[in-house]
């Protein structure tokens, strides 16, 4: 079972570039959420999704793009990388509030 | 404006005592109340939650302390074992009326280092 798998799991970006980080969850759960997690600090959500079709703005969606087609995939989307966007990013999807499951993460370095 | 705050950054106990991890918050929104243990380059995995209409929730070694008056919770790991060691992370959302959609918001995270 693989749960919540996230690719890729490290890059290096040049300020300006742009990059789709991808998110697949086989569990057929309709919530979906995107959290980066800055050094020293906890994680704030980007964009979530109640379901396919559906997507919303979290606490931190400047710079960043969701799409949502099916209930598996939810990728994330940068334009122009900044600095500011070095981060670990999180992909966690949900059936109920305490079972929300997270992927491995996606170390995000931009120079 | 940090709605949920752990501030002790890193906890170091020995081996068989009590650890106690600690988060306040200040949305008296939120009801409901979970912890998360992530181990280095891994996402977090949930460990035990808490709704507001209790005051206490225990799960083996892991017991969540909730004081809605203080709005302060905390979790006691008893006793702690050198495999506990992590960072452990307070979250917390509005469950109530089924609108906040489980979003979560977190605290920085405490280091937990248990010694052998």
């Known amino acids: 079972n693989a749960g919540v798998t996230q690719t890729p799991k490290f890059r290096i970006l040049k300020i300006g570039q742009s990059m789709t980080l991808q998110c697949t969850q086989d569990m057929n759960h309709n919530y979906m959420y995107w959290y980066r997690q800055d050094p020293g600090m906890g994680l704030k959500l980007i964009y979530y999704s109640v379901g396919a079709g559906i997507t919303d703005k979290g606490e931190v969606p400047n710079g960043y793009n969701v799409s949502r087609s099916t209930t598996e995939d939810f990728p994330l989307r940068l334009e122009l990388a900044a600095p500011s966007q070095t981060s670990v990013y999180f992909c966690a999807s949900r059936s109920s509030v305490e079972t929300q499951y997270f992927g491995p993460g996606t170390r995000l370095l931009v120079l | 404006d940090q709605q949920v705050k752990q501030n002790s950054p890193s906890l170091s106990v020995q081996e068989g005592r009590i650890s106690i991890l600690n988060c306040d918050y200040t949305n008296s929104m939120f009801d409901y109340f979970l912890w998360y243990k992530k181990y280095p380059a891994e996402g977090p995995t949930f460990l035990i939650s808490?709704?507001?209409?209790?005051d206490k929730n225990e799960d083996g070694r892991f017991t969540v302390f909730l004081n809605k008056s203080a709005k302060h919770l905390s979790l006691h790991i008893v006793p702690s074992q050198p495999g506990d060691s992590a960072v452990y992370f307070c979250?917390?959302?509005?469950?109530?009326?089924?609108?906040?959609?489980?979003?979560?918001?977190f605290g920085q995270g405490t280091i937990l280092t248990v010694h052998p």
């Open positions: 979250a917390a959302t509005t469950w109530a009326g089924g609108t906040s959609y489980g979003k979560l918001t």
């Open positions: 808490i709704s507001s209409i209790k």
